[in-house]
Every structure is written in C-alpha cells, then in structure tokens.
C-alpha cells in the first residue's frame, strides 16, 4: 500500500476514524496499531509480514532475556544480531552473493555454478530491520529497558507510517510516546496536514513528473545524448531521489502528527551543504545517525590514529552504501563518498575556501558536482553503464544543449530548477548571505490557499506513477 494510492486513502479514513476511541487504553491502542500496521505492509504480499514477526520476535526476546541473565547479554546479542543479519543478507544479498561466489569460481576454479537464489525482495527490509537492531543493541548497552508487552513492542516496530521506507526512530523516541493516550491539536493536526500536502506534492508532482526523463535515459546500456544532457538528466535525478525521498518522509511525518506522535527530521535542505561532512548532516539524517551509533563509534570513530579513522569512515561509508543495494555501483557510490571525505579531513578545503572573501560561497557548488558524479553509480544499472555516461559528462566537446532540452521536457526542466533554486535559496539563509526573509502577517494569513494549491497541483498536476525509490531498499 503506498500513500499516493486510492487503497491508502481509504484505508486512512477507516484507521482515523477509529483511532480516537481506539488509543484511549494501552493494550487496545497497541493491538489496533499492530493489526493496522500488519493490514497496510502485508497489503503487497501477505507472506512477508512471517519476516517482520520473526525479526521482530528475535529482538524482543533477546532483550527481555537480557534483562533477565545480564551476563549472557553479549551472546544474546550475538543471536539477535547473526538473526537479523541473516534474514536480510538470504532475501536482499542472496543473489548478488551466489552470483559474485560463481563469477570468482569461474575465473580461478573449475567448479559447477551455484544456483543464484531468486528470492523477492520484502519491501522496507532494511529499515526495519535497522530499527529492530538498534532497539537490542541500546538494551545491551543500557541505555534503554526492554518492553514486555509484545504489542507494546510491535506497535514501535511496525508503526505504519514510517515502516517501509522510514524515517528509521529510535526505540527509546517512539516506545515512550506510545505509553499515554495520544494528545493532539487542532496546531499539531494542521502542522501534519501541511507536511502530508508537501510530501505528495514533492512526490507526485515533482519526482514522478522528472522520472520520466531520467528513467529514459538509463534505459540504454550504451547511453545517447551529449555532456549538457547527462549532466541535466543527473541533475533532475538528483531531484528526483530527494523530493520522492523526503517527499515520503514529510507525508509520515505528517501522518504521525495526526496520531500524535513525532518522528525524527530526515532531511535539511542537503543541497545547500558546504562539505561532504555537511551533506551526510542534511541527507537520510536518520539512517546517517544510525550507521554513526552503531558502526562508526563502535570501531572507534575518530579516536586513535589518523590512518585508523579513516579506516574507520571507509568501513562505515561502504556498509552505507552497500545497504542501499545489492550492487557493486551502490558499493562504489559509497566509496565515492567516503574518499572525498577523506580529502576533506586531510585538506580541510572546505573551510579553507569559506575564508576566502570572493569564492567563500564556490563551496555549496563544489559539493553539489560532487554529489550529482556520486549520484551517476547510484542510478546505473551497471558500473560499465556509470562509466559510459561520466566519459560523456566529462567531454568538453559534446555539449549539444538543442539535443539536451529537446529530450527532457519542458515541465521536468522548470521543476528542477524550481528545487534547486530553492536550495539555493537555503543556503544563503543559512549562510546569512541574505537575511532571513521577513514575516508578513498577512501573507501568512494566505498559508491555508498556498496548501490548497499545492493539494490542486497533486490532483491535475502529477506524473505518471511511480513507487517510492526507497521501496526497493
């Protein structure tokens, strides 16, 4: 079920009807959220919700268990983690496993193939899979109590609006706004109504509307055009990712505002970043924490020698990327990024550049090429593909801009402009090139129409279809 479907309208009337008489006591309100939750991922393939439950199971056992036999915790832990592990590597990396295992077999031994497994990919996988880890790994280290009421723990888990494609919130942030009877008003449901109109907007009108170029143009392995049309197409794709992206994150928000719930912020504007350091504060800020807790801190962080915290970030930023995809472009987009941020702990250009008077703004430009290159590995279907179409951005002589604006469209164009100018406009907020801009109580008075606007564009003015990109991982 995804928001922008008529099934997911219907299926939000009905919930929101009921909530207020059904979250008035604990043990109802936890069921009515599990059935609910359950009823809206299962909606794609029943048998999926059999992996959320023993994933989820694994955890909350081994947390209460924890509990119980503390000086077990770090074998309990060892389960839960080899547990959750192991059900995301079998239905996520099980092919791309079997198919690198057979690839090296091929060229060094003379051995029968293994059968690439062919399992189908449960929507949201990696995302509550990540939720239901750090909720064990914060029980271990005590920094949280474990629940025991399974309800309790599955209404965290499976909370609906954030399931399948995030924000990924923390145990010990959501558990607690689950104990009371929620409490909203009529500021707080408004706020939510606000964040959902945006949310759909960026998704049905902006990302859908510019996928439709961008999906063309990575249909072909061999890929046409010029340098002005590629370096275009990554610019909408860059748009794209982050309005279908944040859109979703705005549209759960806004959802668990309605519920009376408050969800962590996802994203801030990273196309105003300054650094590579900066983009990863801005972007997929949830998932950018978690890997921070849990991984990067974990091996030491930026403790101990130079050589050993950039060890430390590659570790992180490869696990980053691989987590996006069972794919090697993904493990490449990853490296991208973790190697100019090495650069910049090593040159500090960044803050070298900010102290020059005339090019100190140069820098939210530089990081932007960065990552529109970094976001070429990410949408190829194949290395070789990558590498076809950065040769074409990187030549000066084929830039063809009549080829360019005849094959993108003129409604995709105005909408990534529209985006990154905006952008644009957040960092010289931020930057206080330009003062922020003023408060005009009777422009505000006009907020209400502005939403419905933006709620009529979502109606007349949508792209084709499309589910959000981050479905897949």
């Not at 070298?352 to 990552?371: D, I, Q, S, T, Y």
Request: with cysteine.
């Amino acid at each position: 079920m995804v928001f922008n479907s008529l099934d997911f309208v219907l299926f939000a009337i009905v919930f929101f009807a009921l909530w207020p008489w059904m979250s008035k006591r604990p043990n109802v309100r936890w069921a009515f959220l599990v059935v609910a939750s359950f009823v809206f991922y299962g909606w794609w393939d029943w048998r999926f919700l059999f992996l959320l439950i023993v994933s989820g199971l694994i955890d909350f056992g081994a947390a209460l268990a924890m509990h119980r036999w503390p000086a077990a915790r770090t074998a309990l832990l060892v389960v839960s983690m080899a547990g959750n592990l192991s059900i995301l590597g079998l239905f996520k990396y099980g092919r791309f496993i079997t198919e690198n295992i057979n690839t090296v077999s091929s060229a060094f031994f003379d051995t029968a193939p293994l059968d690439a497994l062919n399992l189908a990919l449960p929507i949201g996988i990696s995302f509550y899979t990540f939720q239901s880890m750090s909720y064990t790994i914060d029980v271990y280290r005590g920094q949280l109590r474990p629940v025991a009421n399974p309800l309790h723990f599955f209404a965290y888990l499976a909370l609906f609006p954030q399931l399948v494609a995030g924000p990924i919130v923390r145990a010990a942030d959501l558990l607690p706004q689950l104990l009371g009877p929620p409490v909203t008003t009529e500021e707080s449901r408004w706020q939510g109504t606000q964040l959902i109109v945006w949310g759909l907007f960026k998704k049905v009108v902006v990302a859908d509307s510019v996928a439709v170029a961008v999906n063309r143009a990575y249909m072909y392995e061999q890929p046409p055009g010029s340098a002005a049309y590629w370096w275009i197409i990554t610019a909408m794709f860059a748009v794209q990712i982050y309005c279908d992206f944040s859109g979703y994150t705005l549209i759960a928000r806004g959802l668990g505002k309605w519920m009376g719930c408050e969800f962590t912020e996802n994203f801030r504007n990273p196309y105003a970043a300054t650094s590579l350091r900066d983009f990863w504060g801005r972007w997929h800020m949830s998932l950018s924490t978690w890997f921070r807790d849990y991984v990067y801190v974990p091996l030491g962080g930026s403790k101990g020698s130079v050589a050993r915290s950039h060890l430390n970030l590659w570790i992180t930023m490869l696990l980053s990327g691989l987590w996006h995809g069972a794919s090697w472009t993904y493990v490449v987009w990853g490296a991208w990024h973790a190697a100019w941020v090495s650069i910049e702990r090593l040159t500090r250009w960044p803050e070298r550049l900010r102290k020059l008077p005339v090019l100190r703004h140069l820098a939210p430009g530089v990081v932007f090429v960065l990552v529109l290159l970094g976001w070429v590995f990410f949408r190829a279907t194949s290395i070789a593909q990558a590498g076809r179409i950065l040769q074409r951005m990187m030549n000066p002589a084929s830039i063809d801009l009549s080829f360019a604006l005849g094959h993108v469209g003129g409604k995709a164009l105005l909408l990534t402009a529209l985006i990154l100018l905006a952008e644009f406009a957040a960092y010289l907020r931020v930057s206080g090139a330009v003062a922020r801009w003023p408060r005009v109580p009777r422009l505000e008075a006009l907020h209400p129409l502005f939403i419905g606007a933006l709620f009529a564009a979502c109606v007349y003015l949508r792209g084709p279809d499309n589910v959000f990109i981050y479905f897949q991982f």
